[in-house]
Structures are given as C-alpha cells and as structure tokens.
C-alpha cells in the first residue's frame, strides 16, 4: 500500500503537468494555425523584394562590363553599412586578381562559380562551386572568380561598407582602362 501511495504521489504532478503541456501546445498550434495568413502585415518594418521585383543595373566601374547588380539592403559605397546585392554575370565573365578590406560573404543562386586564390589565374585548381554554394572570403586575401561557360550565374552578396575591390595588378583595374 506504502508503495502504491509513493506512486501516485510522484505520477500525479507528472500527470497533471503532462496535461498542462497539452493545453498549452494544443492553444500554440491552434494559435498558428489560424493566424498563418495574418503573419506578415503590410505594416511590419520588413522590406520583401519578390524575384520579379528586382531592378538589375549597371554595377560599379570596378567590376568588369558585361555584368548586371541588384541593390537588395543597404548601400555598398557606406562605411559601416551592411549591404546585399546579386550579381548577374554572362557566360565566362572574369574578375581579375583583387583583395577586399573587408569580408566578403557570397552565395552562389544559378550557374557554376570558380573562385581561386592567390595572384596567378589558374582555372583549373579554382574551386567551382554549384547553386547553393556559399562561401566567404576573408579580408585582404586575393582571389580571382571565373563565371561557369554553360550559362550565366548569379551570386548573392553580403557584407559591409565601403565594397572596395583593390586589384593586384593596376592594368586589370576597369577603372583604369576608362570603361
């Protein structure tokens, strides 16, 4: 008898609390489930761009023509202010060896991507990286990137102001050639 009480005395608070959590999950799921459609308000300071709402433009002199960018946050040419863009880029399009003061953080969203270190362009022991790749490149490490041939690519950038692209070789700066 002596041990059935000391049961019920520990199964009872589990039970009830047992219960207790029940109501509670059953009032949280009832609570998302009638409020899904209602998540976002038109209200909420949350900025939505739609893939059919993206404005693609002329990038930066620094890049190389031929390419398109889409300003998502923020303003790259700020110091101190967080910016995402995509970059478009054609079939095989090429940015010379260059160095960011800055980490730069990229996702690779259509196409191949190659990024190879160091000042010697060398296709063949960059890495290609496939849709979904991310990867991040340290400040002032060098590195070149290469466009995959099949078709073109799309990156989606992150990172902090000002993007400054400083190219090892001055001759391979666009800027420089008066693009």
């Known amino acids: 008898m002596r041990i059935k009480n000391h049961l019920l005395l ?14 509670i999950f059953e009032k949280a799921v009832s609570y998302h489930s009638d ?29 190389e023509p031929g390419s398109q960018l889409a ?16 970059l478009r880029m054609p079939p095989d399009y090429f940015v010379a060896p260059h160095y960011h003061p800055l980490p730069e953080r990229v996702v690779v969203l259509e196409g191949a991507f190659y990024v190879g270190m160091g000042e010697d362009v060398d296709k063949e022991n ?40 400083n190219y090892v070789n001055p001759e391979d700066d666009p800027r420089k050639r008066g693009y």
Request: glycine share 10%.
């Open 71 to 86: 300003i998502l946050e923020g303003d790259p040419s700020i110091e101190g202010e967080v910016y995402t863009f995509r």
């Open 10 to 23: 520990f199964l009872l608070p589990l039970l009830i609390a047992g219960i207790g959590f029940l109501h």
């Open 35 to 63: 409020n899904t459609h209602n998540f976002l308000q038109e209200s909420d300071p949350i900025e939505i761009i739609r893939p059919d709402e993206i404005e693609w433009g002329d990038p930066p002199a620094a890049f």
């Open 126 to 165: 960059a890495v290609k990286l496939e849709p979904g790749s991310f990867f991040t490149i340290p400040p002032e490490v060098v590195h070149f990137v290469i466009s995959g041939s099949e078709g073109e690519t799309v990156l989606h950038i992150t990172g902090m102001g000002p993007l400054i692209l």
